[in-house]
């Protein structure tokens, strides 16, 4: 049995996957590699130039990190009891704010909202330093309270907007058979809207949090240096050229961002996601 030229079989190579992989190794170099710099330093006990790795391997900085005698736990203190007030603040302005928006006919509606974005449009720098020199007056500088005021300032966008938004996803069918069969106004809030805002709401308090936990220039402008915070205390780790103490600052800083992260992806439904600015 003979095999002719017509029925004999071929073999392509694809070389397509040579770029494709190119692209893709130089994705995750863009992405991982500075993560990986990072991870490193919070184990590198002796590390300079021209050296590609660390001379010596080590924990001794996380040591130095949570001594006593060190300022991260104080830092790291701070920055939570500020994230925490910063976002019961918040919400408690967003929630009527956000329910108002959503429900209610209000005139100027649109530039409510766009109203809120003031603080986002212009360069931090020249903002907080002005808060600063006003915050002085009042005696609010190097305190807890002018440094969440300043946060809950930046946050605010993003608590109205997502609340409205997830007032907005609920359907005001079911808030109108609540209050026909004899519900008030505030147990129908209570009982059927406010559950069905909840996992918007939550996510709503989560990226006011985290954009509270990573904020620094407001905290620098007001709180410094009574205030001490992780961003601040990684400043000036970064500065002081004390790069172990940097990079395990910013790691502690980094491991609640991904966390919370996994739960706003979670709990922001597309639902919600598509009323966002309407």
Same mark, same amino acid.
């Given at each position: 049995?003979?095999?002719?030229? #017509? ?6 190579? $694809? ?9 893709? /190794? &130089?994705?995750?170099f863009a992405i991982f590699?500075? &993560?990986?710099?990072?991870? &490193? ?41 500020? !994230?925490?007030?910063t976002v019961a603040l918040?919400? !408690?302005?967003? %929630? ?21 974005? +003031? ?11 002005? +808060? ?6 009042? /005696? ?9 005021? %300043? ?7 993003? #608590? ?15 808030? $109108?058979? #609540?209050?026909?069969?004899? #519900? ?6 209570? $009982? ?13 308090? +989560?990226? %006011? ?8 220039? /407001? ?24 790069y172990q103490i940097a990079? +395990? ?21 597309? $639902? ?7």
């Open positions: 049995m003979t095999t002719t030229a #017509a029925t004999r079989p071929t073999f392509s190579v $694809d070389l397509w996957w040579i770029p494709r992989a190119i692209v893709l /190794g &130089l994705l995750a590699g500075p &993560l990986a710099n990072l991870v &490193l330093w919070t184990v590198t006990e002796r590390w300079y130039f021209p050296h590609a790795l660390p001379l010596e391997y080590g924990v001794s900085y996380w040591g130095r990190v949570f001594s006593p005698r060190g300022t991260a736990m104080e830092s790291l203190t701070n920055s939570v009891v500020v !994230a925490f007030l918040a919400m !408690a302005l967003a %929630v009527p704010a956000g329910y108002a928006l959503a429900r209610l006919k209000l005139p100027w509606r649109a530039l409510i909202m766009l109203a809120f974005l +003031i603080p986002q449009a212009f360069p931090n720098l020249p903002v907080y330093v002005n +808060i600063a020199r006003l915050f002085y007056q009042f /005696g609010l500088n190097g305190t807890v309270a002018g440094v969440v005021l %300043v946060h809950v300032t930046h946050g605010l966008v993003y #608590a109205v907007w997502i609340a409205t938004a997830a007032f907005s996803a609920i359907d005001r069918e079911l808030e $109108d058979a #609540a209050r026909s069969i004899g #519900a008030s106004p505030l147990r129908t809030f209570r $009982d059927v809207t406010l559950p069905l805002a909840a996992p918007g709401l939550l996510a709503s308090a +989560i990226f %006011v949090f985290l954009e509270s936990l990573d904020e620094f220039t /407001g905290s620098y402008f007001v709180g410094a240096p009574d205030v001490n915070t992780m961003p601040l205390l990684l400043y000036t780790a970064s500065s002081g050229g004390n990079s +395990i600052t910013a790691v502690l800083l980094l491991i609640p961002s991904v966390g919370f992260m996994l739960v706003v992806e979670r709990f922001l439904k597309s $639902d919600v996601l598509s009323k966002v600015g309407h």
